[in-house]
């Protein structure tokens, strides 16, 4: 069966600083991942995935991630912070031959410092 | 622009009463969701559609029922039977029903009991 495991509900850093998310997954079958943004009384929406392929994946707002098979993990990394990060992270896994199959972790909750 | 709309985006439910949350979808996507998301524990899934007239329970649907008569449209009671509704509800959308498909999010609706 599959799970996904968000190490840290809540991850503080400066503004400018590193961002490291943790996700580790585990999967029967080689997984689909991704990492999902939601902002404060809003939905979802999608930062990145991996489905095959190159195991780093860049996202949006400058965010990437890297599948490492042998970890089990996709951590969710950001060079440098910005104030507008401030939100909750989700990772999530699929497997199977349909999207009702999605996983979702606990979420980790941002808070970027000035 | 194309999207998913829910409404409405705040609701309160007395006891012993049936509330019904509004989802619409104009993406022309033929799968939709209906998840349940608590403070600490992600999503959960209450219910599925994939095609029109067809849907079926996810990991939590005691207390909920859906219908599908339209594509575009797939709305989600919370019946008298659900002890502790209060939480908030985002609905999504995908394409198809592959495994590496994007979710699409509403903005949710937070439902309370008074």
């Known amino acids: 069966a599959q799970s996904v495991t968000q190490l840290g509900s809540h991850v503080s850093v400066s503004e400018g600083a590193l961002v490291l998310l943790r996700c580790n997954y585990s999967?029967?079958?080689?997984?689909?991942l991704f990492w999902y943004v939601q902002y404060p009384n809003q939905g979802l929406q999608l930062l990145l995935k991996?489905?095959?392929?190159?195991?780093l994946v860049k996202g949006i707002n400058g965010f990437e991630a890297e599948f490492k098979k042998s970890e089990t993990s996709f951590h969710l990394t950001k060079p440098s912070a910005h104030m507008s990060d401030a939100a909750e992270y989700f990772c999530?896994?699929?497997?199977?031959?349909?999207?009702?199959?999605?996983?979702f972790g606990t979420g980790t909750r941002l808070k970027v410092l000035a | 622009d194309g999207g998913i709309t829910q409404s409405p985006k705040y609701l309160f439910r007395k006891e012993g009463q049936n509330v019904t949350l509004s989802c619409e979808q104009n993406?022309?996507?033929?799968?939709m969701y209906w998840y349940r998301q608590d403070p600490g524990q992600g999503l959960r899934l209450i219910y599925y559609?994939?095609?029109?007239?067809?849907?079926q329970k996810g990991d939590i649907a005691e207390g909920y029922s859906v219908s599908r008569e339209k594509k575009e449209s797939f709305p989600l009671t919370v019946t008298s039977a659900q002890k502790n509704p209060t939480a908030f509800y985002l609905c999504?959308?995908?394409?198809?029903?592959?495994?590496?498909?994007?979710?699409?999010f509403g903005s949710g609706t937070q439902l309370s009991v008074l």
């Open positions: 999967s029967s079958v080689p997984p689909y």
């Open positions: 999504a959308s995908s394409r198809g029903q592959k495994a590496n498909e994007k979710l699409f």
């Open positions: 991996y489905t095959t392929g190159a195991t």
């Open positions: 559609s994939q095609i029109v007239n067809d849907f």
């Open positions: 993406l022309n996507h033929d799968a």
């Open positions: 999530a896994v699929s497997e199977g031959s349909g999207t009702y199959k999605y996983i």
